[in-house]
């Protein structure tokens, strides 16, 4: 795939390199997808996703976030009330304070890094379903 990630600053795209997964169909939204095994990066969404040979085959859509079990757990814990260590407030934008705890800055972490951890799994919407689409259009 050929992209922009969010916050690279130059002219020139970045190329990553992957493997073909899967081909599977999206009940929800009714697309065929492609799942590849390449490192889409937030800001790749509706770039081109070509074969080795350059032929374009898809659109990119998204990148596959993995939870862990144990990510979950630990958030359900920190949330609890009795688990709070009040360090003091913080004021933000509007003038709010907000208090700062040791749980809620774990919990800020831990939910960066889950939703910001690279999987390399990524999809792409079929051009040959997005063709398709078009053609029931005329």
Known sequence: TLGYP??????EPVLSAGFFSNIQEDEKSQTQEIIANIAFNVGNSG???FTMQ?????IVKAKGIMKHPLITAILQTLEK???????G?????GNIEVELTLSKIIQTLIRW????????????VSVKHLTEL???DK
């Open 81 to 87: 009330p009795e688990v709070e260590l009040v360090y």
């Open 113 to 124: 890094m889950s939703d910001n951890m690279q999987t390399n799994i990524g999809i792409a």
């Open 134 to 136: 078009l053609e029931e």
């Open 47 to 49: 770039g081109p996703l």
């Open 54 to 58: 350059g032929r374009l085959i898809g």
């Open 6 to 11: 969010l916050g690279y600053c130059s002219p």
């Open 89 to 93: 407030t913080i004021r933000i934008a």
